[in-house]
């Protein structure tokens, strides 16, 4: 994987400052979400202007949001999320039970659901969806599943009691199961789908599901052009009911101000990741209706643990303490994010709101003379090329923190890549230093401490764990948080364990990004969702 060229970033990089880049624009104050119509006008091709394609479409398989956005449109969950509360709602599921321990938990089926290829959505298919992640044996098994591992790895046992009953055991109590069955990788499946080409050599489902995806959403999966264009039409026989457009289309355009120009010019209906100065602009615009939510994400600075120097604590508190969030948010946020202290945002259960930590180039440079660099390092910093709610500008943010770093003697080459290639590179951990971030799959703070931090994720080739950190005291609290069924006490344990982590440094958390979305005024019926992905079901264009 060879780096892009950086010449003219290292001319930036050279330069003595950045510009102020603060805008007195608020976007707490846009709305957001686009209210239905009461009679949404049925028909229409919506096409989504996002900064890089889908990696795969297997829910099962996929660690990236490009894919993501595109699942929750394919699939239904067993429980979902509710839009405005955030609460879990029935979805596939009517209803539930659990079993005063915790370690049982019955689902009731929602009657007479469907799959895009006309089978019945049953309680088999279910448990299909969940065993064949859980078994390596099972016809439909891939190493790349990856978050059964992070989240799913509790479940002893899925089981169809009858047609419309699924039956969930656990090794242990876990009290984010619910919020995890929400999220797109608990995506139910068409087994008849998997079955239909027959299986390889080594016993394995030969039809590629990744490339045609079946499931029950509201929209079915029509075409895949890499790099161009994803095309999902309506599915008429939705248990919702159809959705008013006749098909949806993501579209990658990697460029934020050629996304944006793309949808002035009506070529897209609606964007994802707006450079955040056209916000302002697209404000003003009476063609144009711009969104904004607060974010449960967090943009951070991951420091190999498995490479020297970053094996030594006081190398990476050094680093903590040469950055300045504050100077990262005016530049590469345009002043609308907020600066982060911890992994776990706010509006979590379970955040811990720490006082910032100041930039202190002379006690940094002093931890790193104790850890025998008293003329600092070289090192390289990696970074994707796409754009995230979280880093929305990545050149930006690397060069303010290259900045930051060479005035404690830390030279830091820039590494950028294409989002493809920077995602699988860093959960092998060839990175020293990288940037990356992190958008809620689901509303709890294991989805970010546990998913992020915790030893048992720092598996290198499907690391979530990208600093490879394996503090074992982090690892008993969050492990503990996992099975307490108090949520008081929850809370305390993942309290503590930012504790640690704040002092440890594996990651330098650097700003929490705002959800923001820029569409065009004729569309109708859209809402942010803070957790999980992009939802169109409701969306439609004006009568």
Excluded at 223 to 247: C, F, K, Q, S
Aim: aromatic letters at 10%; hydrophobic letters at 40%.
């Amino acid at each position: 994987m060879r780096p892009l060229p950086l010449l003219a970033l290292l001319l930036a990089l050279a330069a003595c400052s950045p510009p102020d880049r603060k805008t007195a624009f608020d976007p707490a104050t846009l709305p957001y979400g686009i209210p239905a119509d009461p009679q949404p006008k049925r028909g229409g091709t919506f096409v989504f202007g996002r900064s890089a394609d889908a990696k795969g479409l297997d829910p099962a398989t996929m660690t990236d949001g490009e894919s993501a956005m595109v699942a929750t449109n394919l699939f239904d969950t067993l429980v979902a999320y509710d839009a405005d509360t955030l609460g879990i709602v029935p979805s596939l599921a009517e209803r539930w039970e659990k079993s005063a321990d915790g370690t049982v938990w019955t689902f009731a089926l929602r009657d007479g659901v469907t799959f895009h290829d006309g089978t019945p959505c049953d309680a088999a298919a279910v448990a299909f969806s969940f065993l064949r992640q859980k078994d390596a044996g099972h016809p439909a098994h891939t190493a790349e599943c990856s978050y059964w591992l992070d989240y799913f790895k509790d479940v002893a046992a899925v089981e169809a009691v009858d047609a419309r009953t699924v039956r969930f055991t656990l090794s242990r109590p876990y009290a984010a199961l619910l919020p995890i069955l929400s999220m797109f990788s608990a995506s139910i499946v068409s087994p008849t789908a998997f079955a239909s080409e027959g299986v390889d050599a080594k016993g394995k489902y030969a039809y590629d599901f990744a490339r045609k995806p079946v499931g029950t959403g509201p929209f079915a999966f029509e075409e895949w052009t890499r790099g161009e264009r994803i095309v999902l039409r309506a599915y008429d026989a939705h248990w919702r009911g159809r959705p008013p457009l006749d098909r949806l289309v993501f579209r990658p355009i990697q460029n934020a101000q050629a996304r944006f120009k793309e949808l002035q010019a009506g070529g897209v209906q609606g964007i994802h990741t707006p450079d955040l100065i056209d916000v302002p602009r697209a404000a003003a615009d009476p063609a144009l209706t711009a969104l904004s939510r607060a974010g449960l994400n967090v943009a951070y600075l991951a420091m190999n643990c498995d490479r020297p120097p970053f094996d030594d604590v006081r190398v990476r508190r050094a680093i903590a303490l040469a950055i300045d969030k504050r100077r990262i948010v005016e530049a590469a946020y345009h002043g609308m994010a907020e600066p982060a202290e911890s992994m776990c945002p706010p509006g979590i259960d379970g955040h811990l709101p720490f006082p910032a930590e100041k930039p202190d180039p002379e006690r940094a440079k002093a931890l790193l003379a104790q850890a025998g660099h008293p003329g600092g390092f070289e090192t390289e910093l990696w970074y994707g090329l796409a754009t995230r709610t979280y880093l929305t500008d990545p050149d930006a943010t690397a060069i303010q923190v290259a900045q930051d770093l060479k005035a404690i003697g830390v030279r830091a080459r820039l590494i950028k890549m294409e989002w493809s290639a920077y995602i699988p590179a860093t959960q092998r951990g060839d990175h020293p230093l990288c940037l990356l971030g992190w958008m809620a799959d689901f509303n709890d703070a294991d989805n970010f401490l546990y998913g992020l931090l915790d030893k048992d994720n720092a598996r290198p080739g499907s690391s979530q764990n990208v600093s490879f950190y394996r503090g074992e005291k982090v690892h008993e609290l969050l492990v503990r948080a996992r099975a307490e069924q108090d949520a008081g006490k929850r809370i305390e344990l993942y309290h503590e364990a930012q504790r640690i982590l704040r002092d440890e440094a594996p990651t330098v958390p650097l700003a929490h990004g705002r959800d923001i979305r820029i569409f065009r005024k004729e569309v109708r019926g859209f809402t942010i969702h803070s957790v999980g992905g992009e939802y169109f079901r409701t969306v439609s264009f004006a009568r």
